[in-house]
């Protein structure tokens, strides 16, 4: 079990442009969340996954942004049309149905240019 | 809905001090309490929770932190510091209730310089 990892670990691309994040989560785990997180500011919750059900999402999550986790295991991000202010680190975690918490990422680093 | 906030943006302190970090929250319901370390380029490492019972949990690393109800608030604290406790930490809250955890609310950090 090498834990949760993501990738790429950096990405820089221009405005306009699309871009997509994958998260392989822990093997057992069958939660998976998506948090954004800004310069200077906390963890924000954008979306998570019950297997492959999406449960929830953040008004954060415009139509601009898609998540999906299409067979239960590894989960995709999609930014479309990327804008300077989506610039920030997308961290994914994973857990079991439980309350002992969550199991992070390295995160996803994106550079809007 | 809940939230959390983090008194101290920055807190400098000197190798073997003792150190302590607050967080008072928000929320019309009960709730489970975090405090998450998070090292420069890596992810959030959860450090320690509260749940229910003992009102003093003790995380790893050395760190514990003390839950009060009447004051809402949930400092994380650590008697004697090293140098590699310089990072940023999170205090994050969940509302309680059922098996599962939902989404955490998190502060905006305290980085934590320890200085030789």
């Known amino acids: 079990d090498t834990g949760v990892s993501q990738n790429p670990r950096h990405k820089i691309t221009k405005r306009g442009q699309n871009v997509t994040f994958r998260c392989d989560p822990i093997s057992e785990h069958n939660r998976l969340y998506w948090y954004r997180q800004t310069l200077g500011q906390g963890p924000e919750f954008l979306t998570y996954f019950q297997n492959e059900a999406q449960l929830e999402k953040s008004r954060l999550l415009s139509d601009r942004f898609s998540a999906e986790r299409p067979k239960g295991s590894f989960s995709t991000l999609e930014i479309q049309r990327t804008e300077q202010g989506d610039s920030a680190m997308y961290l994914c975690a994973s857990s079991l149905p439980s309350i002992y918490g969550y199991t992070f990422g390295s995160g996803t680093r994106l550079t809007v240019v | 809905a809940q939230s959390v906030t983090q008194l101290d943006s920055q807190v400098p302190v000197f190798e073997e001090a003792p150190v302590e970090l607050r967080c008072n929250y928000s929320?019309?319901?009960?709730?489970?309490l975090f405090w998450y370390v998070q090292y420069p380029n890596q992810g959030l490492q959860l450090l320690l929770k509260y749940l229910s019972g003992s009102t003093l949990v003790k995380g790893i690393n050395g760190f514990e932190a003390e839950f009060n109800k009447s004051q809402t608030s949930f400092h994380l604290r650590k008697p004697s510091v090293h140098i590699s406790d310089t990072a940023e930490y999170f205090c994050?809250?969940?509302?309680?209730?059922?098996?599962?955890?939902?989404?955490?609310?998190f502060g905006r950090g305290t980085q934590l310089t320890v200085w030789p």
């Open positions: 994050a809250v969940s509302r309680s209730g059922g098996s599962t955890l939902g989404r955490l609310y």
């Open positions: 929320s019309s319901v009960s709730v489970y």
